[in-house]
Nanobody, 124 residues
Framework: VQLVESGGGLVQAGGSLRLSCAHSGHTFNQYTMSWFRQAPGKEREFAAVINWRGDAPYYADSVKGRFTISRDNAKNTVYLQMNNLRVEDTAVYYC??????????????????WGQGTQVTVSS
């Protein structure tokens, strides 16, 4: 499985970006998909996860109400719509995949596949 993120960039505080993550496999709908992020000098942290059907998202408190995770199983792609961005959202954003087994995995150690990351920079 290969994961390729896109959509990062530079945006002003209060702005929006949409990240995409393309999954190379033929069994995308068997995977739980997540977005993590890592700011300079900090640990990688969970942001959002979505189940294989796409009807049960879960968010970290830091992004709840501003970010929306979604997926299109026909396109093998998961998205992260980020609105009302803040300077503290600046980080490299990674998508991750694990075969679905129930629940919402929010620890990075629970994931088997990772993308290369895409930089999101929010200026004040």
């Amino acid at each position: 499985v290969q994961l390729v993120e896109s959509g990062g960039g530079l945006v002003q505080a209060g702005g929006s970006l949409r990240l995409s993550c393309a999954h190379s496999g033929h069994t995308f709908n068997q995977y739980t998909m997540s977005w993590f992020r890592q700011a300079p000098g900090k640990e990688r942290e969970f942001a959002a996860v979505i189940n294989w059907r796409g009807d049960a998202p879960y968010y970290a408190d830091s992004v709840k109400g501003r970010f929306t995770i979604s997926r299109d199983n026909a396109k093998n792609t998961v998205y992260l719509q980020m609105n009302n961005l803040r300077v503290e959202d600046t980080a490299v954003y990674y998508c991750a995949a694990v075969l679905a087994r129930g629940g919402w995995p929010i620890e990075s150690s629970e994931y088997d596949y990772w993308g290369q990351g895409t930089q999101v920079t929010v200026s004040s």
